[in-house]
């Protein structure tokens, strides 16, 4: 079956970069939409991004000018950038598919979650 | 950016209906779908397009959207559905996540 698991540095520092990578096992990301999300501790959940056919991004507008999203279909990854971090970022990022051909709408499959924390 | 509101928190006795209710402006012309999230775990999808459960999804949740509000209804809830719920909907091309809601069952 399908599984998504997150994987990068649980610590970043103030105005440094935040980067992680999610490795997709048993699916190519050359097909679906292949999203982050985010849950500072304690909050709801946060849209940040989707890469879809490979190459093809859309982010949150809140985000944007901060956010890169890329994809290696080779090694089945995609990747979050996000720079300038400040403590408002620290939250638990998950990656997570949607099959827009099966589910209309929704995330159908989710990674387990990595927490970062920013902070000097 | 489109939004979607949800009651912060709902109260339920075992047995009874839970109601959750999200809105949004012409929600009703989307699909929206509900994700259950327990401590510690992640988000699991429970209503897809409006009303419709996946596989291994308890026949007693439930969906539905009209309007400016879609509401996820769950009948002879027990303990075990207590958790957070979250709405979510696309527009534009983005996503949109409610806030959340914490289903408490006591």
């Known amino acids: 079956q399908v599984q998504l698991q997150e994987s990068g540095p649980g610590l970043v520092k103030p105005s440094e970069t935040l980067s992680l990578t999610c490795t997709v096992s048993?699916?190519?990301?050359?097909?679906?939409?292949w999203s982050w999300m985010r849950q500072p501790p304690g909050k709801g959940l946060e849209w940040i991004g989707y890469i879809y056919y490979s190459e093809r991004t859309k982010y949150n507008p809140s985000l944007k000018s901060r956010l890169s999203i890329s994809g290696d279909t080779s090694k089945h990854q995609f990747s979050l950038k996000l720079s300038s971090v400040t403590a408002a970022d620290t939250a638990v990022y998950y990656c997570?598919?949607?099959?827009?051909?099966?589910?209309?709408?929704?995330?159908?499959?989710w990674g387990q979650g990595t927490m970062v924390t920013v902070s000097s | 950016s489109y939004e979607l509101t949800q009651p912060p928190s709902v109260s339920v006795s075992p047995g009874q209906t839970a109601s959750i209710t999200c809105s949004g402006d012409k929600l009703g012309d989307k699909y929206t779908c509900w994700y259950q999230q327990k401590p510690g775990q992640s988000p699991v999808v429970v209503i897809y397009?409006?009303?419709k459960r996946p596989s291994g999804i308890p026949e007693r949740f439930s969906g539905s959207n009209s309007g400016n509000i879609a509401t996820l209804a769950i009948s002879g809830t027990q303990p075990m559905d207590e958790a957070d719920y979250y709405c979510?909907?696309?527009?534009?091309?983005?996503?949109?996540f409610g806030g959340g809601t914490k289903l408490t069952v006591l």
């Open positions: 048993g699916d190519s990301i050359s097909g679906y939409y």
């Open positions: 979510q909907a696309w527009d534009s091309s983005t996503v949109a």
């Open positions: 997570a598919r949607a099959n827009l051909a099966l589910f209309k709408d929704a995330f159908d499959i």
């Open positions: 397009e409006n009303n």
